[in-house]
């Protein structure tokens, strides 16, 4: 029995340019600038179209290179779920709900992992097929109208298709996921849903995260302060055009973002590798709580730090093939009602033998918090070195 893992369908199962179209639409445009060719001799440009055909041709999978999909649309970490209106006001509805909406790290309030937008196949219309993370969920024994849209999906891939899931990466956008989660009988998806239910959150999880670089970085690199803080901290960070520097010295970077009701303050700290006591939850607190000295109000002696009345989640994880402690956790202002979460990472550097701390902080006392943490986690995760 394949896996869902061993199964990957590419956009040539969706509605994608065929390679006929994409040569005859340059086989027109070639005739035009032929003649300009001959006439003007701008050989450079016959080089031009031989390279426009190159890049038609399939890749390694049959997949045309010439992409035509447009950007995902849609909320950080927002799912579509296509699936019956009496099946999702059921037991295999709140059995999804269930696995895939477990609170979200430590939030001020409590938000879930994922928010779910459910639809019936019918609702799949052209703006929400530009989602970056649809489920289709149904059960093959079913006659429903998500059970009928399953069946003819599978039909199109004959015996490649799992016993039980399936996904297709960027048929209607990118980036974009979208997976087939089903069983022959209802009973068999829900129980399907709980034993894989860390794997389809993990699946979820990689695909927004994607998407939240992207948002990240919707204003584009500002390289001029990307080169500054690689030259000056030895750390590959690329900085987001809409943040503004507090502060860039050899040890220290602190960033910025203000938006209309939401703040989202950036912090890096490098200090020189002694020995392996510096790999703790611990130090990246305390580091932390230095570098929040800076971090003020009006009022005099205010400064923040962080909350361990509330507590703090950490764990030791993998990040871009690097060994990181990873804290999350509230900060609040030592002498005003102000606060937020933080996600915090610390990290070795065994090549320049220092010790980084990257920072991440959130103000935004009218609104949720989840999504601009999600944008500080890919950025410090990304300048650790994942990839999404």
């Known amino acids: 029995m394949r896996s869902e893992e061993e199964i990957h369908f590419s956009n040539r199962y969706a509605d994608p340019i065929g390679i006929d179209t994409c040569f005859l639409t340059l086989f027109i445009y070639s005739g035009v600038l032929l003649l300009k060719i001959i006439n003007m001799r701008y050989w450079s440009l016959l080089l031009t179209i031989l390279l426009g055909f190159t890049a038609c041709m399939e890749d390694g999978e ?3 290179s010439l ?7 849609g909320k950080i970490d927002e799912v579509v779920v296509v699936m019956d209106e009496s099946k999702w006001a059921g037991d295999l509805g709140l059995a999804l709900r269930v696995a895939v909406q477990e609170e979200y790290g430590l939030l001020p309030q409590p938000e879930p992992s994922f928010d779910l937008r459910q639809i019936q196949p019918s609702g799949l219309n052209t703006i929400l097929k530009r989602a970056s993370s649809i489920l289709i969920v149904g059960d093959t024994s079913n006659i429903g109208p998500t059970s009928l849209y399953m069946k003819q999906q599978m039909q199109r891939f004959n015996d490649k298709i799992p016993a039980s899931t399936f996904t297709i990466q960027d048929p209607w956008a990118t980036p974009q996921q979208v997976t087939f989660l089903y069983a022959r009988t209802e009973a068999e998806l829900i129980e399907l849903i709980k034993v894989q239910k860390d794997f389809i959150k993990k699946r979820l999880y990689k695909i927004e995260s994607k998407k939240a670089l992207n948002n990240a970085y919707a204003a584009r690199v500002n390289e001029d302060v990307t080169q500054q803080v690689k030259e000056q901290l030895k750390i590959d960070l690329k900085i987001p055009n809409s943040f503004r520097t507090v502060e860039l010295n050899d040890t220290m970077l602190w960033i910025r973002q203000d938006l209309e009701g939401e703040v989202s303050v950036l912090m890096v700290y490098t200090t020189p590798y002694k020995d392996k006591a510096q790999f703790s939850t611990e130090y990246a607190v305390a580091c932390r709580n230095m570098m929040n000295l800076q971090f003020t109000t009006e009022t005099e002696g205010s400064h923040a730090i962080t909350d361990t009345i509330t507590g703090y989640l950490s764990k030791q994880m993998t990040v871009g093939g690097k060994e990181v402690i990873e804290t999350r956790g509230l900060w609040r202002m030592t002498k005003n009602f102000l606060g937020g979460p933080f996600i915090n990472y610390l990290m070795i ?14 103000f935004a006392p009218n609104f949720k918090k989840r999504k601009p943490v999600r944008r500080l986690e890919v950025l410090l995760q990304n300048a650790i070195g994942e990839e999404f």
Request: proline residues 4%; without cysteine; glycine residues 8%.
């Open 62 to 64: 049959g997949r045309s």
């Open 67 to 73: 992409s035509t999909v447009p950007s995902s649309s």
């Open 349 to 362: 550097d065994e090549e320049n033998q220092q010790i980084v701390v990257f920072d991440g902080m959130v």
